[in-house]
Structure formats: structure tokens, C-alpha cells
């Protein structure tokens, strides 16, 4: 079966999400990836990928969202989304030429509603759509926010055939056809023995905007070595050692680090409890981000702190907690990626099944007296 795969650009989570499964899937499947932003740069070197807008936040000089920024980055894309500008009609174009016949979307919008405009079927692969398919389950500061987003995305997505949700929290479906799986184990991840390090593994998603000048000297405080990424910065400095990109290197690094200070992605937090790590969450402002960094706080693997005013009695706070922290990753710890392409696969030949029967009941019928072919269901007397 011919399949588009879209990935949300923004960040690398999905990106890393979707190369856990891929393999397998590729296997019994042509698939073609529709992404852009960090997603394209992750992806097109190792798969058929297609380039394609994305939305993303935009910072100011705080290292938060900018609103005003954001929305005016935004205006463009968003406009060619809702109302069916020259990106969208490429992405129909793509897929149209490609000969797809379903797509599975990990947050990625253009895929999703090209798919409902061309009649093809959708199963729907994240993280964020916990918000949005499963009983609410925020706290009360983010309840409010939490319902909004929740409306906001099942606007913008829809709702799918089959949703697929992969998530280091348990949480209850509220909606039919929907499962959910622990946090997605590359083959590298599970490859690799974690050890208990004397450093703290610092990552930033997009450091080059939030590695300010107090987080900088946050960390240069502490009496411990820090390994970061995620910034531009290069080489080692008093205790820092700024690294560069490297997905190698990175695993081993999360594998064999004491814990984990990071901005609060799923896919990471997953990865951090699977290895035994506790986790400090300097989570943006999105409210996935603060849903995840208050569920590992209810967890027991880490704490939250807040990214504009971390300080280094944060940290120390933090890790006086060590012990208790990582006494309770194995009770959370969790592979969901056998069962994720177990249900893909099932969804797949479900859906396709359909697919193909429509298509097929299309295309059978009788030629009328202009010689044009009618359907049957047409041709018979009422």
C-alpha cells in the first residue's frame, strides 16, 4: 500500500518518534514522508521525504514565546492551511501523483486535511493528540488552557479513523478507535546500558533562544560537570561542555549521564525514564510541555521549574531529590514501540481493506448509450 507519512516540523520529537517506526512499517509498505522544519533535516536524509510549510513559535528576548511575533510568522502558513493556499495544493498534488492511498499524520496538519479533502483514510500518531482524544486529565492552574487546546486541535486535525496516541502517562480514550502506547524505543536507545555518570545532561530544543544568560549561569554554579546541546555554542568551558548535534553521541550521553535538565518533549522524557534518569522539566509555554512537566512531578521521576527564572537552588533542589526520583523510574519505565507497529499495521490492512473496496465498488458498473461508464448502483431500476 502507498502511504504519506507527515511529521510536525517543529522540534525533533516527532521526527524521533517517527523513525521508531518507520523501519518496520516500510517493510510491507511504500511510504513517502511529507515534513519540513527540524523534522525535513532529521528525516530527508534517510527517507523519501517531501518538503512542506510547517507552523513554529517564534522567541523574543526572554527566550519565551513571542505572541505577536508568533502569529505574525504564522499569518502565511496558516492562511495557505485553512484556506487551501499553493502549499496545500501541493500537498494534494503529492499525494495525488504518488497514487496514496492512506495517510498517517504525527501532528502534521497539511497531511491531515489533504487527506479528508481527498476522501483518503487517516490514523493519526503523536502525542499531543492526548489532549484531544482521551478524558481531560489537567490540573486545575491548566485546566482552562488545556480545554482550549484540546478544541483547538480537534479543529484543526479532525478526528481520524484510528488514533494512535504514544505517551510516557497513561490516560483514558474518550474517543473510538483509540490506543495508547508507552514512549517509542529506537533500536539505539535499547541497545545501549545505561550507567550512572557524574553529569547532568542538559538539552535545549531550541537552545540558540533559550539558553539565556541566568541558565548559563545556573549551571557554571553548580559543582558538577554539564553536558550540553541543543545550542550553538561549541567546546568546554569551567564545567560546561557544549556538544554538537550527533544522534549517537546524544544517546550516549542521556544513557550514561546522572540526570536529565531539559525542555519538557515527550519523546526525551520517555527515553530519560527508560534509562533511569530523573528529570528536571523547563517546559515552553505550550501547554503540552506544562501537561508533561506536571505529570512527571505527579510521577515521582522529577521535578518542574520554570525556564525564565532557573536558578541554581532549582537544581540543587532538584537533585537533593535524586534518590527518590530514581527509585521510581522502573515502576514507569515502558517500550510501546512493538505494540505501536503491531496496531499500525492492523489499522493499515483495516483501513486499506476499506479504502480499496470503495475504489473498486467505484469503478465497476455499465457503459450508458453515450458510452460513459455508470455505476451500478446507478444503472439499476428505482
Given at each position: 500500500?502507498?502511504?504519506?507519512?507527515?511529521?510536525?516540523?517543529?522540534?525533533?520529537?516527532?521526527?524521533?518518534?517517527?523513525?521508531?517506526?518507520?523501519?518496520?512499517?516500510?517493510?510491507?509498505?511504500?511510504?513517502?514522508?511529507?515534513?519540513?522544519?527540524?523534522?525535513?533535516?532529521?528525516?530527508?536524509?534517510?527517507?523519501?521525504?517531501?518538503?512542506?510549510?510547517?507552523?513554529?513559535?517564534?522567541?523574543?528576548?526572554?527566550?519565551?514565546?513571542?505572541?505577536?511575533?508568533?502569529?505574525?510568522?504564522?499569518?502565511?502558513?496558516?492562511?495557505d492551511l485553512l484556506w487551501r493556499g499553493h502549499g496545500s495544493d501541493c500537498v494534494d498534488?503529492?499525494?495525488?501523483?504518488?497514487?496514496?492511498?492512506?495517510?498517517?499524520?504525527?501532528?502534521?496538519?497539511?497531511?491531515?486535511?489533504?487527506?479528508?479533502?481527498?476522501?483518503?483514510?487517516?490514523?493519526?500518531?503523536?502525542?499531543?493528540?492526548?489532549?484531544?482524544?482521551?478524558?481531560?486529565?489537567?490540573?486545575?492552574?491548566?485546566?482552562?488552557?488545556?480545554?482550549?487546546?484540546?478544541?483547538?486541535?480537534?479543529?484543526?486535525?479532525?478526528?481520524?479513523?484510528?488514533?494512535?496516541?504514544?505517551?510516557?502517562?497513561?490516560?483514558?480514550?474518550?474517543?473510538?478507535?483509540?490506543?495508547?502506547?508507552?514512549?517509542?524505543?529506537?533500536?539505539?536507545?535499547?541497545?545501549?546500558?545505561?550507567?550512572?555518570?557524574?553529569?547532568?545532561?542538559?538539552?535545549?530544543?531550541?537552545?540558540?533562544?533559550?539558553?539565556?544568560?541566568?541558565?548559563?549561569?545556573?549551571?557554571?554554579?553548580?559543582?558538577?560537570?554539564?553536558?550540553?546541546?541543543?545550542?550553538?555554542?561549541?567546546?568546554?568551558?569551567?564545567?560546561?561542555?557544549?556538544?554538537?548535534?550527533?544522534?549517537?553521541?546524544?544517546?550516549?550521553?542521556?544513557?550514561?549521564?546522572?540526570?536529565?535538565?531539559?525542555?519538557?518533549?515527550?519523546?526525551?522524557?520517555?527515553?530519560?525514564?527508560?534509562?533511569?534518569?530523573?528529570?528536571?522539566?523547563?517546559?515552553?509555554?505550550?501547554?503540552?510541555?506544562?501537561?508533561?512537566?506536571?505529570?512527571?512531578e505527579r510521577m515521582g521521576v522529577g521535578m518542574r521549574a520554570e525556564l525564565g527564572t532557573?536558578?541554581?537552588?532549582?537544581?540543587?533542589?532538584?537533585?537533593?531529590?535524586?534518590?527518590?526520583?530514581?527509585?521510581?523510574?522502573?515502576?514507569?519505565?515502558?517500550?510501546?514501540?512493538?505494540?505501536?507497529?503491531?496496531?499500525?499495521?492492523?489499522?493499515?490492512?483495516?483501513?486499506?481493506?476499506?479504502?480499496?473496496?470503495?475504489?473498486?465498488?467505484?469503478?465497476?458498473?455499465?457503459?450508458?448509450?453515450?458510452?460513459?461508464?455508470?455505476?451500478?448502483?446507478?444503472?439499476?431500476?428505482?
Amino acid at each position: 500500500m502507498r502511504i504519506a507519512y507527515g511529521v510536525m516540523g517543529y522540534g525533533r520529537g516527532h521526527a524521533m518518534r517517527t523513525m521508531s517506526v518507520l523501519p518496520s512499517l516500510m517493510k510491507q509498505h511504500e511510504i513517502t514522508v511529507f515534513a519540513g522544519g527540524d523534522a525535513y533535516d532529521v528525516l530527508a536524509p534517510l527517507f523519501p521525504t517531501v518538503r512542506i510549510p510547517t507552523i513554529g513559535y517564534v522567541y523574543n528576548s526572554r527566550g519565551s514565546h513571542s505572541l505577536p511575533r508568533s502569529m505574525a510568522r504564522n499569518l502565511a502558513p496558516m492562511a495557505d492551511l485553512l484556506w487551501r493556499g499553493h502549499g496545500s495544493d501541493c500537498v494534494d498534488r503529492e499525494i495525488k501523483s504518488r497514487g496514496i492511498d492512506l495517510v498517517i499524520s504525527d501532528s502534521e496538519a497539511w497531511t491531515h486535511r489533504a487527506a479528508r479533502r481527498l476522501g483518503l483514510p487517516r490514523i493519526s500518531f503523536d502525542h499531543i493528540g492526548i489532549i484531544a482524544y482521551c478524558k481531560p486529565h489537567f490540573p486545575a492552574d491548566l485546566w482552562l488552557s488545556g480545554m482550549r487546546d484540546a478544541w483547538g486541535y480537534r479543529q484543526l486535525m479532525g478526528v481520524p479513523e484510528r488514533i494512535l496516541l504514544s505517551s510516557f502517562y497513561p490516560a483514558e480514550p474518550a474517543y473510538p478507535n483509540t490506543s495508547i502506547v508507552g514512549p517509542m524505543l529506537r533500536d539505539e536507545i535499547k541497545r545501549i546500558k545505561p550507567q550512572n555518570g557524574d553529569y547532568l545532561l542538559a538539552y535545549f530544543n531550541k537552545g540558540d533562544h533559550q539558553y539565556l544568560p541566568h541558565i548559563d549561569r545556573a549551571l557554571r554554579l553548580l559543582d558538577m560537570p554539564v553536558v550540553v546541546y541543543g545550542t550553538p555554542l561549541r567546546g568546554q568551558v569551567e564545567n560546561l561542555d557544549f556538544r554538537a548535534p550527533s544522534n549517537e553521541w546524544f544517546v550516549h550521553d542521556l544513557a550514561h549521564c546522572r540526570a536529565v535538565l531539559s525542555t519538557a518533549g515527550n519523546q526525551l522524557i520517555g527515553e530519560a525514564i527508560h534509562f533511569g534518569k530523573p528529570f528536571l522539566a523547563l517546559p515552553e509555554q505550550a501547554f503540552e510541555q506544562r501537561l508533561n512537566a506536571y505529570m512527571i512531578e505527579r510521577m515521582g521521576v522529577g521535578m518542574r521549574a520554570e525556564l525564565g527564572t532557573l536558578t541554581p537552588s532549582d537544581i540543587d533542589r532538584f537533585l537533593a531529590q535524586y534518590d527518590y526520583y530514581q527509585s521510581n523510574t522502573s515502576m514507569h519505565a515502558g517500550d510501546g514501540r512493538a505494540q505501536a507497529v503491531q496496531t499500525l499495521l492492523r489499522d493499515i490492512d483495516e483501513l486499506g481493506g476499506s479504502q480499496h473496496r470503495k475504489i473498486r465498488n467505484r469503478g465497476v458498473g455499465v457503459r450508458g448509450k453515450d458510452g460513459r461508464r455508470v455505476p451500478l448502483a446507478a444503472a439499476r431500476p428505482a
